[in-house]
């Protein structure tokens, strides 16, 4: 194991993985330096990060490169040769300026072929993220605003507000929630709107026999997400029914994650955040969730092993001792109930409330 690497192991659990990684990235260099490097790199470090990226195979002058540049210029990001196609680098965000630290919070990326560059600002009070293209295409997203008319969508018929009133969850709930369904289509399809500060920033559809998908340029966020913009107390759970199901009970301040559990808990170490894919939605997410104001966040994520395994993951990347868990109550002598909705559909919404109440805290079963 490589010095870097064992640094980061040894970080106290007492600290979230949201906290600010100065202090870490400045007390290791290594010789061979690991992508998750880049992500908060202290000004000291200038020079050596320059040394790194001034190589013999610098692309800095190739056309689309060149016309990234001139796009990013009246955005206040200034390139310069030691940002090359297909590296991640860490650069001054025009917006927060790296805070009192002055860090260098900004983390860009131009992908290798040239087509486009990305950046997000990882300071949590900023957040500011974007890209441009060279050649003004959009790739992989829709055109335009997202809309419930660019996403042809209707509000919800009777079959489908039957099948959520079998599951006690009803029509106020739904209509708060934006739960709509697909226009034109031979069969009742759900659609479940992805909202950030009143925008439509995606869609996840489903069939009432219970088959998903997403649409196209959806944004990897959690569901719900503006309903916990002021939260003290955070509640995360497996699935968009389960969200609505905790407002049934009087709970508005929960999320669902927006895909679903891992099949098991990873045996490596947590990944560099551009590299942890299947998670993206927390990073993308953290400036809510690392909230100063936030105290405590509650897993209730299903009482399967899948369920086990995101709890464990989301604690591992939140900090357990921020996370506390549901106990889901007795269905027989043998058996439990699995999540939110199967407590609210056969026990009512005051018991579901009275789960969530006695919440402990984290402790890892697996």
């Known amino acids: 194991m490589s010095l870097c690497q064992s640094q980061w192991l040894c970080r106290p659990l007492t600290k979230s993985l949201f ?25 000291s470090t200038k020079d050596a990060v320059e040394h790194v990226f001034d190589n013999n195979n610098n692309n800095f002058d190739k056309p689309k490169v060149i016309i990234l540049k001139q796009k990013m210029e009246p955005l206040g990001i200034s390139l310069d040769n030691s940002c090359l196609a297909g590296k991640y680098h860490n650069l001054y965000c025009p917006k927060c300026k790296g805070g009192q630290l002055l860090e260098r919070s900004l983390s860009f990326h131009i992908i290798s072929n040239g087509e486009f560059a ?15 293209f060279a050649d003004d295409k959009e790739l992989a997203k829709p055109s335009g605003k997202l809309d419930e008319e660019s996403l042809r969508l209707k509000p919800l018929g009777p079959e489908i507000v039957a099948f959520f009133k079998e599951r006690l969850i009803s029509e106020k709930t739904l209509s708060r929630n934006s739960v709509r369904q697909l226009s034109d289509e031979k069969e009742n399809i759900i659609a479940f709107t992805y909202k950030q500060k009143g925008s439509i920033v995606g869609c996840k559809y489903r069939t009432i026999e219970k088959r998903f998908w997403q649409g196209k340029g959806t944004e990897k966020v959690l569901y719900g997400l503006d309903d916990i913009s002021n939260a003290t107390e955070i509640i995360i759970v497996e699935g968009e029914i389960d969200k609505l199901s905790l407002e049934e009970a009087g709970y508005q301040n929960c999320v669902s994650v927006p895909v679903g559990a891992p099949a098991k808990v990873s045996s490596k170490d947590l990944p560099p955040i551009e590299k942890d894919t299947a998670f993206q939605y927390v990073w993308n997410c953290k400036a809510y969730l690392d909230n100063v104001h936030v105290v405590r966040i509650i897993l209730a994520t299903d009482n399967d092993p899948p369920g086990h395994a995101l709890a464990e993951e989301l604690a591992r990347r939140l900090g357990r001792e921020r996370c506390w868990q549901v106990q889901w109550p007795k269905k027989d002598e043998s058996s439990f109930f699995k999540d939110a909705n199967e407590v609210l559909k056969y026990m009512g919404a005051d018991a579901l409330k009275r789960v969530v109440e006695n919440a402990e805290p984290y402790t890892s079963e697996l």
């Open 19 to 43: 906290s600010n990684p100065t202090t870490y990235a400045s007390s290791v260099f290594p010789k061979k330096l690991p992508t998750f490097w880049c992500h908060s790199l202290p000004h």
């Open 118 to 132: 990305m950046w997000r600002c990882f300071r949590p009070t900023c957040g500011w993220a974007g890209q441009v």
